[in-house]
């Protein structure tokens, strides 16, 4: 998967046109490349769609205070996938799931914000990942929170994740990605025999 932050405040937001530009660089999935998701927080159907008119995704995620019912409406408008980002911090927060599962196709478990954080996701932040342990998630999902090359087989191994997100882990600084980063991420989880 290619993750594109469609989300302003974002110091890791992309314009369209630019995401446009790079998703050209891989084949396309219908090829056997990456998905291409897009990373909305509460969007507005026009702001999607302007999206969408400069570069083709294969999926939304959504990752602000959307209720199952606009991820329901956003999934039907758009005809695409839809991935809903929770925050997870303590066991009843999980009580969530059961509302979205019937109207997205996958979830994307990540840490709560801290307080007094502007941004939804991609605060560097953990949670405790035995709280998904031996859970029935309803849905493919992937982990996400604060995930580095040092404690991602860890997280993988408590949570039982089939998948994972990644976004702070590999920066070097606030919103700039270090190849070198990435690709000691990907090594190490290749050898613990997982991907997302």
């Known amino acids: ?14 314009s369209p046109e630019r995401a446009a530009e790079l998703s050209a660089l891989a084949p396309a999935a219908a090829e056997g490349g990456p998905l291409r998701v897009g990373l909305f927080v ?5 702001a999607v769609a302007a999206v969408l ?12 205070a959307e209720t199952p019912e606009r991820c329901a ?3 039907a408008r758009f005809g695409l996938p839809v991935m809903k980002a929770l925050g997870i911090a303590v066991p009843e927060d999980l009580a969530a799931l059961a509302g ?22 991609g605060n560097a932040v953990t949670f405790d990942w035995r709280l998904l342990a031996g859970r029935n998630i309803p849905r493919p999902w992937l982990l996400a929170g604060g ?12 949570a ?26 990907v090594q190490t989880v290749r050898e613990g025999g997982r991907a997302g």
């Open 1 to 14: 998967m290619l993750g594109f932050v469609f989300f302003p405040p974002s110091p890791r937001a992309i």
């Open 73 to 75: 409406a956003l999934r």
């Open 100 to 121: 979205y599962a019937p109207v997205v196709d996958r979830f994307l478990l990540d840490a709560k914000p801290p307080a007094g954080a502007t941004l939804p996701g």
């Open 53 to 64: 008119a400069a570069v083709p995704l294969d999926m939304l995620q959504l990752h602000g």
């Open 160 to 185: 039982g994740a089939p998948g994972v997100d990644l976004s702070s882990g590999v920066e070097r600084a606030r919103g700039v990605k270090d190849p070198a980063l990435i690709a000691a991420f």
């Open 42 to 46: 509460d969007p507005s159907e026009e």
């Open 147 to 158: 995930l580095t090359q040092a404690n991602v087989a860890a997280a993988v191994r408590q």
